[in-house]
């Protein structure tokens, strides 16, 4: 059997053009001047639109740069932060092993820190220039903490009245029972109620907010404080401890207490403000100036 293969067909011949050569269409002068103007017009009114629109944009460019530099502000601090309780912990039991060679040196280290961390060479700064009366100099200082760290120029305590109930409050950060590599800082605050109304009032509820240094916040609600629902009468007070733990080494809480007057029936509730206070482990002005 022979293999047949297969054969390509022929090409087909093509006729050629014979009649005349195709004329090119010209645009007449007259429309072409008239188009190209209103071409340039519409560019024109392009560019004055996108002219128009530019500061919008270069507002909206601002603001993306400053969010992202208050960003990097805020990881810093918290990572300085960390680094601070750190040596603070380290500290600790290096003297309770009484190995005071180490603890020395970890001194050494807290101190240098101390001299050098932005959050402290600014609060130092803006403490003297207020106490030497330089207050725009103080405000400079002011503005640069109030971008470095949102915190720091709140206060470890807060005191706030209302209706005659005054909310006194003071945290502190507890390192023996933080543990900062694992993100978990520890804060006690204590809390003075002081009742200078002329009616008795009992406290019914607590409303708090807590916001850690990340911005993140969490609303916490309870009956009472430390189990209980004091009375408390005029001219006398209440005063308790509690804790915080957060995830971060610096935050924020506020709040309020339900109360209402119990020396008259039917009496509505009314909200006693808890006035802001920072958690640190920065602590205030006066504790590492």
């Given amino acids: 059997m022979q293999w047949a293969g297969l054969r390509s067909q022929a090409p087909v011949p093509t006729a050629a053009w014979t009649g005349p050569r195709p004329r090119t269409t010209r645009w007449p002068q007259g429309r072409f001047t008239a188009a190209r103007r209103a071409l340039v017009a519409s560019a024109a009114a392009s560019d004055a639109n996108s002219s128009s629109n530019s500061p919008g944009r270069d507002e909206e460019r601002e603001e993306v740069v400053q969010r992202e530099k208050k960003e990097k502000a805020v990881a810093s601090l918290l990572m300085r932060s960390q680094k601070y309780a750190m040596l603070k ?15 020395a040196r ?3 280290s807290l101190r240098s820190f101390e001299e050098e961390e932005p959050v402290l060479r600014l609060r130092r700064l803006m ?61 006690a605050y204590r809390i003075r109620i ?17 916001t850690d ?14 189990g209980e629902q004091p009375v408390i009468f005029p001219k006398t007070g209440f005063e308790y401890s509690s804790a915080c733990p957060l995830s971060t080494p610096n935050g924020r809480m ?19 403000a808890i006035a802001p206070f920072s958690l640190s482990i920065l602590g205030d002005d006066n504790v590492l100036l």
């Fill in 89 to 103: 912990q380290q500290l600790a039991v290096a003297a309770q092993f009484e190995d005071y060679k180490e603890a």
């Fill in 106 to 108: 970890l001194r050494d």
């Fill in 127 to 187: 403490k003297k220039a207020i106490d030497e009366e330089r207050f725009e100099d103080a405000a400079k200082y002011r503005d640069e903490l109030t971008i470095l760290a949102p915190h720091s120029l709140l206060k470890c305590s807060s005191d706030a009245t209302t209706l005659g109930i005054r909310v006194q409050v003071r945290s502190v950060y507890i390192e023996s029972r933080s543990q900062p590599l694992k993100g978990q800082f520890f804060f």
């Fill in 194 to 210: 002081t009742n200078n109304s002329q009616r008795p009032v009992q406290l019914l509820r607590r409303h708090w907010i807590v």
């Fill in 213 to 226: 240094g990340n911005g993140r916040t969490e609303n916490i609600w309870g009956a009472g404080v430390v």
């Fill in 254 to 272: 506020e709040g309020d207490f339900e109360m209402k007057h119990i020396d008259k029936a039917g009496s509505s509730t009314f909200n006693v």
